[in-house]
């Protein structure tokens, strides 16, 4: 029993080692002696915003103002003959409905703007995997903005329409 112990115990272990070649060292690795609870000084890809992309969305906020400045009379126009409208479906009501209508029309450009800076950052990622840490707070920043503006305006159709009962 105990020879056959032995053999067991001495063709494992001979099965374990590696005849020839360099043997690994059981220093500690490189990477081994970074303590990982210390905090990063700066970022890998700590460069400017891309040109291109900071063109592009002040491009698109831009828009979003100007649609906004398109927008603005025609939802003060809606919300006053929706104040004013009689009974549903009557002749001051249609007259509000397409008021509305027209100030949704103009929302466009904002909606359009937002939607565009999404797509940036969606073809960034697809492009490149990632986005640089400045990339991504310039499109956040652009897409806050802009999303402020979006919201404005959803409330105030939302406003009209619930004046309008629909």
Avoid at 93 to 108: K, Y
Avoid at 120 to 139: K, N
Wanted: aromatic content about 2%.
């Amino acid at each position: 029993m105990r020879t056959r112990a032995f053999l067991i115990l001495m063709t494992a272990v001979a099965g374990c080692a590696q005849v020839g070649g360099p043997y690994p060292s059981l220093q500690p690795a490189a990477a081994e002696a970074i303590d990982p609870r210390v905090p990063v000084e700066r970022p890998i890809n700590d460069r400017p915003v891309t040109p291109a992309i900071a063109v592009r969305l002040a491009e698109l906020i831009d828009q979003a103002r100007a649609g906004d400045s398109a927008f603005g009379p025609l939802a003060s126009a809606a919300d006053r003959l929706a104040a004013a409208a009689g009974e549903a479906a009557g002749e001051s009501w249609i007259v509000a409905q397409e008021a509305l209508s027209a100030a949704v029309a103009a929302r466009a450009p904002t909606v359009r703007a937002l939607g565009d800076i999404d797509a940036i950052a969606a073809s960034r990622l697809a492009d490149q995997g990632g986005l640089a840490p400045s990339d991504l707070a310039a499109i956040q920043a652009a897409a806050s903005q802009v999303g402020a503006i979006e919201r404005r305006q959803a409330e105030r159709i939302a406003a009209v329409q619930r004046r309008l009962g629909t």
